[in-house]
């Protein structure tokens, strides 16, 4: 949460309501997640993904920018059995990701 820190210059109250935020996307961007894997709906797959790589790149979430790279390959190569395994290990690094950020807002002197 340091890249957070700098962007906010470490004002509190404008991390929170930035860290509410992000927790609202990660939480719609999860569920849109799961309709477009099941669908296999490539191109709203890839809206989802960017969407998701907007935030992780603002708060430098290095292991879920990793988790995209991985969902994107498999898009690139329409590759469905390794979606569903990839898609998988997305969701759980969001889920991390989800309880960083509810950590955060509850302790404020991590932020």
Do not use: Y
């Amino acid at each position: 949460m340091q890249a957070l820190q700098r962007l906010t210059q470490a004002n509190e109250k404008v991390m929170r309501r930035m860290l509410d935020e992000f927790s609202r996307n990660l939480e719609a961007e999860a569920g849109a997640l799961t309709e477009v894997v099941e669908a296999l709906d490539w191109l709203r797959l890839q809206e989802v993904l960017h969407r998701l790589q907007g935030i992780a790149r603002l708060i430098d979430a290095e292991p879920l920018l990793r988790a995209l790279a991985e969902v994107d390959a498999c898009c690139q190569l329409g590759d469905e059995q390794r979606l569903l395994v990839e898609g998988k290990e997305l969701h759980c690094e969001i889920a991390r990701l989800a309880t960083a950020i509810a950590r955060c807002r509850e302790n404020s002197s991590e932020i």
